[in-house]
């Protein structure tokens, strides 16, 4: 009974050593294929053929901190492209204007800033823009009244600043913006007689 115990038992190992052979001789024959320049032209010539759009799923996505980034996102450039003065002056005009709006109020106004440096009818800078004065008079009343100075920017701000700086335009070309309900009932007259009215929003009206 021992004898044939052993038996089985030295059996078994052979036949394990042979499957670890096998495998080894397996992995040997497709490392010679692999290097074989036959071999990698074709895989080069497979790969070639790939288009960009199939690596689409591989890479979706990417860590930052804490924060969670589209790859797509990483990879694009702003289609405004501001000095860091010109960003932070960005962000103050748009929670001073905004600061009790949503995301979509908040891209508005930083979007009607924005069409302004693009607009010849306006200087050519944010700081300009936003500092700017006719018959010294400012334009934007978070400037005249000191907000502007006073406030303390939130991530909803950044974060559509961002979006906008990005390229999302949802102005409709607007170049003008009043709220109605705090505005100088002779400046608004202004905006009656004198610009097209566009859409309103939140607090806001816009105007061409």
């Known amino acids: 009974m021992y004898r044939y115990k052993k038996g089985i038992t030295i059996l078994l190992l052979c036949n394990l050593v042979l499957a670890l052979a096998w495998f080894n001789l397996r992995g040997l024959q497709f490392h010679r294929i692999a290097s074989a320049p036959a071999f990698q ?22 860590s930052s901190g804490q924060r969670v980034v589209d790859y797509a996102v990483l990879e694009r450039e702003p289609v405004h492209k501001l000095s860091e003065e010109d960003y932070q002056v960005l962000l103050r005009i748009v929670e001073a204007e905004a600061g009790c709006e949503d995301v979509k109020g908040k891209m508005l106004v930083a979007g009607v800033i924005m069409n302004r440096v693009e607009s010849s009818k306006f200087p050519d800078t944010v700081k300009e823009v936003v500092f700017q004065r006719e018959r010294g008079v400012a334009q934007f009343s978070p400037v005249s009244d000191g907000r502007y100075e006073r ?17 999302e335009d ?14 100088d009932p002779e400046r608004m007259r202004w905006f009656d007689n004198s610009l097209t009215l566009l859409f309103s929003y939140g607090g806001h009206e816009f105007f061409s």
Do not use: N, P
Not at 41 to 62: H, K, P, Y
Not at 159 to 164: C, G, L, N
Not at 170 to 183: Q, V
């Open 151 to 167: 406030v303390r920017v939130s991530e909803e701000t950044r974060e559509a600043v961002e979006r906008v700086l990005y390229g």
């Open 170 to 183: 949802i102005t409709e070309g607007a170049l003008y913006f009043a709220a109605r309900k705090y505005a």
């Open 41 to 62: 032209i074709r895989f080069m010539e497979d790969c070639a053929s790939l288009d960009a759009s199939d690596f689409v799923g591989v890479v979706v996505q990417a």
